[in-house]
T-cell receptor, first 117, second 113 residues
């Protein structure tokens, strides 16, 4: 149980285009999902926290107009990188929190590697 | 500010030996959780072990155990009988009541055959 999927696992897009990454909780309802960015050989940097049915909360320094987050249902959150540039190339990881369990455990997706050419 | 520090960028251990990874954190909270995550080359984050701050007993999971020193704000991970499959990046993480993780910078563990 407690599986989180991400799609696509890898994506290459041209500079100036937008790309959408999906994060799904497969066997539980995720009241909260988190989006992280990880640079090579670096730690995970939290970008934003998204709660189902409400606006995402962005961390300081993260452009909300560039990284659009939508958490439309209890099992799906999407991250759209708008007008992508090569500096947006990175590894993006989502995690989903199972709010029904007292420990509020977070489960991580397998990540999406974005390359902007 | 709440911070998590992993002072060992890289560690090596011989197969079947024991290794300890260090983690310290800074917080003024009294109720929080601490975690060790493993990130193998696949980049999938895997939970290794969890410790609740209110529990004095150190958590253990098979070959993995922690030394939790609340007063010293220290949370080290001991891996016993190291295996080749243990080679990965290990991240220490702290989670206060707001449910946001704060990750350390990671320790790359190499296991030597």
């Amino acid at each position: 149980g407690a599986v989180v999927s991400q799609h696509p696992s890898r994506v290459i897009c041209k500079s100036g285009t937008s790309v959408k990454i999906e994060c799904r909780s497969l066997d539980f309802q995720a009241t909260t999902m988190f989006w992280y960015r990880q640079f090579p050989k670096k730690s995970l940097m939290l970008m934003a926290t998204s709660n189902e049915g409400s606006k995402a909360t962005y961390e300081q320094g993260v452009e909300k107009d560039k990284f659009l987050i939508n958490h439309a249902s209890l099992t799906l959150s999407t991250l759209t990188v708008t007008s992508a540039h090569p500096e947006d190339s990175s590894f993006y990881i989502c995690s989903a929190r199972d709010g029904t369990k007292g420990l509020y455990e977070q489960y991580f997706g397998p990540g999406t590697r974005l390359t902007v050419t | 500010a709440q911070t998590v520090t992993q002072s060992q960028p890289e560690m090596s251990v011989q197969e079947a030996e024991t290794v300890t990874l260090s983690c310290t954190y800074d917080t003024s909270e009294s109720d929080y959780y601490l975690f060790w995550y493993k990130q193998p080359p696949s980049r999938q984050m895997i939970l290794v072990i969890r410790q609740e701050a209110y529990k004095q007993q150190n958590a253990t999971e098979n070959r993995f155990s922690v030394n939790f020193q609340k007063a010293a704000k220290s949370f080290s991970l001991k891996i016993s009988d190291s295996q080749l499959g243990d080679a990965a990046m290990y991240f220490c993480a702290y989670r206060p009541g707001t449910y946001k993780y704060i990750f350390g910078t990671g320790t790359r563990l190499k296991v030597l055959a």
